[in-house]
């Protein structure tokens, strides 16, 4: 008889956010599946679990998915996690169900934390619409080509950045999208967890002023406006003047609104001085 896979979801940060139910099944699973061994052995250390796992990661989830399937096929039960939250959700582990599922084997979900859904209630955002779209490209010129197909969405918009990225992420959020509202959460669950709000532009200038931005960060951003005027509609005076009431300094306002309609800065400042 076939084994069963559970996915199981564990703490985003405080540890006693693990479930009674995810304890009972990592307690009682044949195998423990983990993103990394080392990072789930703290956990499992702390709750006194003593069971054999395996790495299971985005360098060998083809290989390690085979491997996994045939133990469960010969009635292994096993127990997928990741570092941390619900597997797959920007984690691995498709794969893996999804040739489980084919193959006929039970995939139980044992749901939990999840930093996408802890950050929207907690925001202040509308919750009756969201998208969550994973991790934001890392260059800009990608990063921008996103923001951009995304402007007309009108649900809650949820994201993962990485600290050494979120201000230039923010520029681009100010640029192209105004002043909709937006909100970092960073360190969801742990010591120095906090919520930062106000647009794009306001959220940045505080960030600035650390020496150096560190932690987990989710950033969400707030419906557009119902006939809400595009950027580019806008004069560029006013544009400049917008992001200089929300706390840019001119000239990165300029530089900011020059950007966001594919001008250079000299000809920014020409359109401005004519």
């Not at 703290?42 to 360098?59: C, F, G």
């Not at 120095?192 to 647009?199: A, P, S």
């Amino acid at each position: 008889m076939p084994g069963i896979l559970y996915v199981v979801s564990t703490p985003i940060g405080n540890l006693e956010d693990l479930t009674l139910r995810a304890l009972r099944v990592l307690r009682e699973a044949d195998l423990i599946a983990c993103e990394d061994t080392r990072q789930t052995r703290k956990l499992l250390d702390h709750y006194a679990i003593s069971k054999p796992s395996v790495s299971y990661h985005d360098h060998n989830e083809s290989a390690r998915a085979a491997e996994l399937i045939e133990k469960l096929q010969s009635g292994t039960t096993i127990a997928l996690v990741s570092d941390a939250g619900t597997p797959l959700i920007s984690d691995p582990g498709y794969r893996l169900v999804e040739a489980a599922a084919a193959a006929g084997i039970s995939v139980v979900p044992i749901p939990g934390p999840s930093a996408t859904l802890a950050a929207l209630a907690a925001s202040g955002l509308p919750t009756d619409s969201f998208r969550f779209c994973g991790f934001l490209p890392p260059k800009s010129s990608q990063r921008r080509k996103l923001i951009e197909g995304l402007k007309g969405e009108t649900a809650t918009l949820i994201f993962y950045e990485a600290p050494h990225r979120v201000l230039d992420a923010l520029d681009d959020i100010a640029a192209l999208m105004g002043a909709r509202p937006v909100v970092v959460a960073r360190e969801i669950t742990k010591l120095h967890e906090e919520f930062l709000r106000g647009t794009a532009a306001e959220v940045r200038a505080r960030l600035a002023d650390r020496p150096v931005v560190r932690g987990e960060i989710t950033l969400l951003i707030g419906k557009g406006e119902v006939g809400h005027v595009e950027a580019d509609d806008v004069p560029i005076e006013d544009a400049v003047r917008e992001l200089e009431g929300q706390g840019v300094a001119r000239m990165d306002a300029i530089k900011q609104v020059a950007k966001s309609r594919g001008l250079s800065k000299r000809e920014c400042y020409r359109q401005l001085n004519t």
